[in-house]
């Protein structure tokens, strides 16, 4: 069963401006902290979170992206959005809208019995 579906992604150049959307579950929306999670196969990391929002609304954000994307929760829709701002070739990625019972595990416990991926969006921003 799906239970997390990102949507929003595109091609914008560089300065621009992107809103992703993750629809969730019921239960995951209100059980589980829920983040974005980008991967880019050109790199050997495996990923980077770069946001994070619990089911207290608070946030966590990477430094790469602090002060320039915002994620916030939408309870009417189940839905968490990242609004991506000012926008580098940098950002260019894969991103995964994710869940788990923790916000520091949405990367490290891929997989686990508690964490979930969406199906991933592409976001590709030219300079």
């Known amino acids: 069963r799906v239970e997390l579906v990102e949507s929003g992604g595109g091609s914008v150049q560089s300065g621009g401006s992107l809103r992703l959307s993750c629809s969730a579950s019921e239960y995951l929306f209100n059980h589980r902290c829920m983040g974005w999670i980008r991967q880019d196969p050109g790199q050997e990391v495996e990923g980077e979170v770069v946001a994070s929002i619990d089911t207290d609304g608070s946030t966590i954000y990477a430094d790469s992206v602090k002060g320039r994307f915002t994620v916030a929760r939408d309870s009417a829709n189940n839905t968490i959005n990242l609004y991506m701002n000012r926008l580098k070739p940098e950002d260019t990625a894969m991103y995964y809208c994710?869940?788990?019972?923790?916000?520091?595990?949405?990367?490290?416990?891929?997989?686990?019995?508690?964490?979930?991926w969406g199906q991933g969006t592409q976001v590709t921003v030219s300079s």
């Open positions: 994710a869940a788990d019972s923790q916000c520091g595990l949405l990367l490290k416990s891929k997989g686990g019995p508690f964490n979930d």
